[in-house]
């Protein structure tokens, strides 16, 4: 079983990737005084949280400065893979909890798990530009599918395979 982490009140939090686009491994990594915590998650992931804290972003107060040290910290060995994402507002704490849970095989669900963080107005802004960021680094979207393109093309199922897509 894999250990769980309550980070209410965390000094950072980023995403960052490790790799060649195509080949990225995607991270996201906590810290809060001495303790770093890094754990895998899908491109899908955090394209779907900074959409999420972007728009819950929208009806919140202006936040005040942002982070800007959002590079990745090593060692990069992420400690376990991400099944899913949650995230409730406390208004009295002014502060967004972000539930991460661990992915776990079909059947062991009671083994997953999980890690609470904390995070202010400023940290969830900076997540979210840094995430789209990231998201956008990568390898451009077929016109057709959305797949990624390869820079040698893909087999777009948009054409069956016929004359494939290329940079």
Known sequence: MSRSYELLDVDKLTVGAVGEPGQRVFVLQARHANQLVTLKVEKAQVAA???????????????????????LETPIEPEWIVGSLG????????????????AVPEGQQGDAAEARI????????ALAL?????????????PL???PLDPRGHDCPRTNGHRPPVL
Not at 130 to 142: D, E, K, N, S, W
């Open 49 to 71: 949280l900074a959409a999420h804290l972007g728009q819950l972003l929208e009806d919140l107060p202006e936040p005040g400065r942002l982070p800007e040290d959002l590079e």
């Open 130 to 142: 840094r995430g789209a960021q990231l998201v956008t680094a990568g390898r451009p979207p077929c």
């Open 87 to 102: 995230s409730s507002w406390d208004d009295d704490l002014d502060r967004l909890l972000l539930l991460v849970e661990e």
């Open 118 to 125: 904390g995070l202010t107005r400023e940290q969830m802004a």
């Open 145 to 147: 599918c959305g797949y």
